[in-house]
């Protein structure tokens, strides 16, 4: 069994900023690709950013140059600071990882319980 457990979420001021964490545990051979998502009231989920096992990093337009994400391999967590918040970027943020279990080498998608980020103008 393997989880994701994010931290970090709350309520800040329009041009704050936030740091979300998410921790992956359990029986875990390899993580991939690691992400955040966010879904806001009435909306359908959509990816905030992305990074590869070896660094790469994809981000949506909406949050390009504000916000930055990053991993710790050998924790198996994946971070992601949030600057210059605006209201619209208020969501429950859910992290998402690719996981690799061992023995059978299967590949999981995982979700987190997610975390709510309310941005207030």
């Known amino acids: 069994q393997v989880q994701l457990v994010e931290s970090g979420g709350g309520l800040v001021q329009a041009g704050g900023s936030l740091r979300l964490s998410c921790a992956a545990s359990?029986?875990?051979?390899?993580?991939?690709?690691m992400g955040w998502y966010r879904q806001a009231p009435g909306k359908q989920r959509e990816l905030v950013a992305t990074?590869?096992?070896?660094?790469?990093?994809n981000y949506a337009a909406s949050v390009k140059g504000r916000f930055a994400i990053s991993r710790d391999n050998a924790k198996n967590t994946v971070s992601l600071q949030m600057n210059s918040l605006k209201p619209e970027d208020t969501a429950v943020y859910y992290c998402?990882?690719?996981?690799?279990?061992?023995?059978?080498?299967?590949?999981?998608?995982?979700w987190g319980q997610g975390t709510l980020v309310t941005v207030s103008s």
């Open positions: 998402n990882a690719q996981i690799i279990v061992p023995l059978v080498l299967t590949s999981l998608e995982v």
């Open positions: 990074i590869t096992g070896g660094g790469t990093t």
């Open positions: 359990g029986s875990i051979f390899m993580i991939n690709a």
